[in-house]
């Protein structure tokens, strides 16, 4: 009835080939097809952004994506932030020192929405920020703490991109 | 939490996509950005045995401007009619509007034809097509045909477009060259969320500074988008300092019957239709005094 449909995909520079059903989601194919189980699922149904993750460098609830949809594009997880070394990223280090999670299940939906906002706006104002992350849900933290660590890791990224153009 | 099976055809010219709807009917569905489509299969509020991904087709991811109107392909994304310099410039309330949709993940996938067929009562797009007199290019197995915005909205996700037909493109005037004051304007619980209420308005003025057109047009307010005509005629043909705008707005408001229900009840949202009317009234007349495209 729905024949299984090869897909190549690329993630955080790696490629891989999968063999899915056409309705399965792009998060349940990271997950379940790659073994990348850092993207969360919560809601399954676009409300939540747990399943962030960049697709081309763009932000976007892998819960509403297909996988063989994502055929030829470059996705970025949370697993490609780092460095090889376990260097975090500065979103992720800024999450860290301003203690921006608890439970940690919407973080790294969290952080890969922050990820694109700051390569897209590195100065932005409270307002930006909050609309910016209205699309994703935590229970726990009450939101302060994240905001912090947006300003951490807007002014470490600033610094960063100001030292390499010296 | 999970789609049923489907199977996917991936056309590349909107004939194959007619073709594909004429020969599945009902058991098949356009797929575009997804972003209500998916959800509404994962909650298994629908089914479909066969998906028709668009986004190989020709022809519908583009922005053209002509002498007197853009040309809007129903696949261009919404974070792309967010960026677009042409839009900006010429049409740049269909720029706020896009603003307002849901959050900047939701628009990097879904597009502007997906919102206008999903036809949500409380979707911006659709009042704004309706406010600035939209055209829908439709094509199906007879040919093409352009739908007014004023005869595209039925009721509840439901458009004039029948099972065989596909959106190609929106064609929306452009006010070059005349004094024309757009906004749009909503109030929602939380950024991101569908209004409880919201406005669009578009108001143009002669040479001498008076109301020569009116277009008010609101979102949430019923079970589709709705022009607010008694008010427009009682604005057209008189100059702004002659009118009372918050009186002729709250008689506006006072007419409406909107939805009542958790999200907020029906005297609620008739408090912020009256001052939401009053404000893109206003504020459209300002921006149309301050319009330097003349
Ligand atoms: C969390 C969340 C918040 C949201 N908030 C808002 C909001 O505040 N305001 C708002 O307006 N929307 C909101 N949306 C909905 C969003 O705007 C959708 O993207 C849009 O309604 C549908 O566009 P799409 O391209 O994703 O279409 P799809 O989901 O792919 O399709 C929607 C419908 O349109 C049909 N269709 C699509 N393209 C065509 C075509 N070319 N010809 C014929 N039929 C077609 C499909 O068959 C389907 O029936 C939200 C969505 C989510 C998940
Ligand atoms: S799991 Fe994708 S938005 Fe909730
Ligand atoms: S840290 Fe637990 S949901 Fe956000």
Not at chain 1, 35 to 44: A, K
Not at chain 1, 100 to 121: H, K, R, W, Y
């Amino acid at each position: 009835m729905s024949e299984d449909v090869e897909v190549r995909l690329t993630v955080n520079g790696d490629g891989y080939r999968v063999r899915v059903e056409p309705r399965k989601t792009l998060v349940d194919a990271l997950r379940e097809d790659c073994n990348l189980t850092g993207t969360h699922i919560g809601c399954e149904h676009g409300v939540c952004g747990a399943c962030t993750v960049l697709v081309d460098d763009r932000a976007v609830r892998s819960c509403l994506m297909f996988a063989y949809q994502a055929e030829g594009t470059s996705i970025r997880t949370i697993e490609g932030l780092a460095d090889a070394d376990g260097t975090l990223h500065p979103v992720q280090a800024a999450f860290r020192e301003a203690h921006g999670l608890q439970c940690g299940f919407c973080t790294p939906g969290f952080v890969m929405s922050i990820v694109a906002l700051l390569d897209e706006n590195g100065a932005p104002t409270p307002q930006e920020v909050r609309e910016g992350l209205s699309g994703n849900l935590c229970r726990c933290t009450g939101y302060q703490t994240i905001l912090e660590a947006v300003d951490i890791a807007a002014a470490t990224l600033r610094a960063t991109s100001l030292e390499a153009t010296r | 939490m999970k789609c049923a099976p489907f199977r996917v055809e991936l056309p590349s010219t909107v004939d194959e996509v007619v073709a594909a709807l004429v020969e599945h009917g009902e058991d098949a569905k356009i797929l575009a950005g997804g972003q209500s489509l998916i959800p509404m299969l994962a909650m298994r509020l629908a089914r479909f045995d066969v998906l028709i991904d668009v986004h190989h087709v020709d022809g519908l991811a583009s922005i053209q401007l002509d002498q007197n109107t853009i040309r809007i392909g129903s696949r261009v994304r919404q974070s792309e009619i967010e960026r677009s310099d042409v839009i900006k410039r010429h049409l740049p309330v269909l720029a706020e509007a896009t603003a307002l949709i849901g959050h900047f993940q939701i628009r990097n996938r879904g597009t502007i034809g997906g919102s206008l067929v999903h036809a949500d009562p409380a979707a911006e797009y659709p009042a704004v097509a309706l406010a600035l007199g939209a055209t829908f290019e439709v094509t199906g197995p007879a040919g093409t045909r352009v739908i007014p915005a004023a005869d595209f909205f039925l009721g509840y996700w439901t458009t004039a477009l029948t099972d065989d037909e596909v959106l190609v493109a929106i064609h929306f005037p452009i006010p070059e060259g005349k004094r024309v004051g757009m906004t749009v304007k909503e109030v929602a619980r939380r950024h991101g969320d569908f209004a409880l209420a919201g406005a669009v308005a578009s108001i143009g003025l002669d040479p001498s500074g008076a109301i020569v057109e009116t277009a008010i047009a609101l979102f949430s307010a019923a079970d589709q988008p709705l022009r607010l005509t008694e008010m427009e005629a009682a604005l057209t043909g008189h100059s702004p300092d002659s009118l009372d705008i918050p009186a002729l707005s709250a008689a506006a408001a006072a007419g409406l019957a909107p939805g009542d229900d958790l999200h907020g009840s029906a005297d609620f949202r008739r408090h912020l239709f009256r001052h939401l009317i009053a404000d893109v009234a206003a504020e459209a007349i300002t921006r149309a005094q301050e319009a330097t495209n003349v």
